[in-house]
């Protein structure tokens, strides 16, 4: 069974800070992605990666950054937290013919 | 247009019942399309997959409408542990991109 694993289930920070969130998923998949999720919004894609070091840009990048060292990690950068990064993230793995499978989220807060 | 569009509901129906949601996707080159059940302040998980052929898995039948470019999901016998928000997925043919719908909240009640 796939798992993807997201570092922390809570996160508070302070604007400003800068937040590291970390996704790690054991089944070799090429194909990893962030989104956040937000009422009446859905899930938006913020950055995917199909390769190590290979990353693109989705549909909401500002504000954020990604880095995939590893096949297995790729972790999603927030360099200066803004209130409006308050959300659900969701990290995703994926081949190219399955569908996703996802962390259990992040539930950020910045104040 | 939105690129997936999904009616939100919340579709109320009673434990028993037969209930049907559809997705309508904009982009005739979508190729793979899924369904997705989220619980409230969970991640989303992997329901099914919906072949062009259609596909059943025990209550839950999937069907791909290429033509009218909608995809649909029909749940029977519905129990209260199905009440949950069911989200569609299309991705474009060739490349990364994954669309969701913003979802269909269900709800069974006793």
């Known amino acids: 069974d796939v798992k993807v694993t997201q570092s922390s289930r809570y996160l508070v920070k302070r604007t400003g800070e800068k937040v590291f969130l970390e996704c790690v998923q054991d089944m070799d998949h090429e194909n990893m992605f962030w989104y956040r999720q937000d009422p009446g919004l859905g899930l938006r894609l913020i950055y995917f990666?199909?390769?190590?070091?290979?990353?693109e840009k989705g549909d909401i990048p500002e504000g954020y950054s990604v880095s995939r060292e590893k096949k297995e990690r790729f972790s999603l950068i927030l360099e200066s937290a803004s209130t409006n990064q308050t959300s659900m993230y969701l990290c995703a793995s994926s081949t190219t013919r399955t569908g996703f499978h996802f962390g259990n989220g992040t539930r950020l807060t910045v104040t | 247009r939105k690129e997936v569009e999904q009616d939100p509901g919340p579709f109320n129906v009673p434990e028993g019942a037969t209930v049907a949601f559809n997705c309508t996707y904009s982009?005739?080159?979508?190729?793979?399309f899924f369904w997705y059940r989220q619980d409230c302040r969970k991640e989303p998980k992997l329901l099914m997959s919906v072949y062009s052929s259609g596909n059943e898995d025990g209550r839950f039948t999937a069907q791909l409408n290429r033509a009218s470019q909608y995809i649909s999901l029909l749940i029977r016998d519905s129990k209260l542990s199905d009440s949950a928000t069911y989200l569609c997925?299309?991705?474009?043919?060739?490349?990364?991109?994954?669309?969701f719908g913003t979802g269909t909240r269900l709800k069974v009640l006793a």
């Open positions: 982009n005739s080159a979508s190729q793979s």
């Open positions: 990666s199909y390769d190590v070091k290979m990353k």
């Open positions: 997925v299309v991705n474009y043919s060739g490349t990364y991109k994954y669309i």
